[in-house]
T-cell receptor, first 115, second 119 residues
Framework: DQQVKQNSPSLSVQEGRISILNCDYTNSMFDYFLWYKKYPAEGPTFLISISSIKDKNEDGRFTVFLNKSAKHLSLHIVPSQPGDSAVYFCAARPISNFGNEKLTFGTGTRLTIIP | GAVVSQHPSRVICKSGTSVKIECRSLDFQATTMFWYRQFPKKSLMLMATSNEGSKATYEQGVEKDKFLINHASLTLSTLTVTSAHPEDSSFYIC???????????????FGDGTRLSIL
């Protein structure tokens, strides 16, 4: 049972344009959502997160939007740069008192930025 | 801040060998660390949750006698793949979160992974 889904395995975007990566989840207990970027043979790098009390969080070129009623989140990257080419994973976890709840990952979307 | 170091980055060894992978939180304490496995072009699969000073919690389908986890200090967890076979070849990644009293919403930070190849 895939509780976190990224339905687009790949996405190609022209340099300078906006990249939009989507993620859907099914578990209503999820309370905290994260996006990670991963290069081959490296561990994931944390990009940005959002808690369920917000619907938007912005950090530089990266913005995450959360629609709790639709159980959907998205990552916007603007403007897209060649260095953004990587696999992007969304992840989610339930409410935690100690911050040590396990993450559930999506299957990833490979983003390719075309120069 | 929040750096996680994983060692070694790559291991190639013969079938039947036991391999130990270390995961260290360099600038924070972590009562909990996580061990993942990633198959080619697949998502990260959580194998187990490593708890400092107590037994690890394994996910369903993960053999605890095969994948031994030790979390002896607040900055170090180890994963030992015992009597490794070719099917154990994979990319293993650990993660940890800084835990503070102020906020529980801290992201997990990952090590750079260990590529294990069993011949």
């Amino acid at each position: 049972d895939q509780q976190v889904k990224q339905n687009s395995p790949s996405l190609s975007v022209q340099e300078g344009r906006i990249s939009i990566l989507n993620c859907d989840y099914t578990n209503s207990m999820f309370d905290y959502f994260l996006w990670y970027k991963k290069y081959p043979a490296e561990g994931p790098t944390f990009l940005i997160s959002i808690s369920s009390i917000k619907d938007k969080n912005e950090d530089g070129r990266f913005t995450v939007f959360l629609n709790k009623s639709a159980k959907h989140l998205s990552l916007h990257i603007v403007p897209s740069q060649p260095g953004d080419s990587a696999v992007y994973f969304c992840a989610a976890r339930p409410i935690s008192n100690f911050g040590n709840e396990k993450l559930t990952f999506g299957t990833g979307t490979r983003l390719t930025i075309i120069p | 801040g929040a750096v996680v170091s994983q060692h070694p980055s790559r291991v190639i060894c013969k079938s039947g060998t036991s391999v130990k992978i270390e995961c260290r939180s360099l600038d924070f304490q972590a009562t909990t660390m996580f061990w993942y496995r990633q198959f080619p072009k697949k998502s990260l699969m959580l194998m187990a949750t490593s708890n400092e000073g107590s037994k690890a919690t394994y996910e369903q389908g993960v053999e605890k006698d095969k994948f031994l986890i030790n979390h002896a200090s607040l900055t170090l967890s180890t994963l030992t793949v015992t009597s490794a076979h070719p099917e154990d070849s994979s990319f293993y990644i650990c993660s940890a979160s800084p835990v503070t009293a102020i906020s529980s919403n801290q992201p997990q930070h990952f090590g750079d992974g260990t590529r294990l190849s069993i011949l």
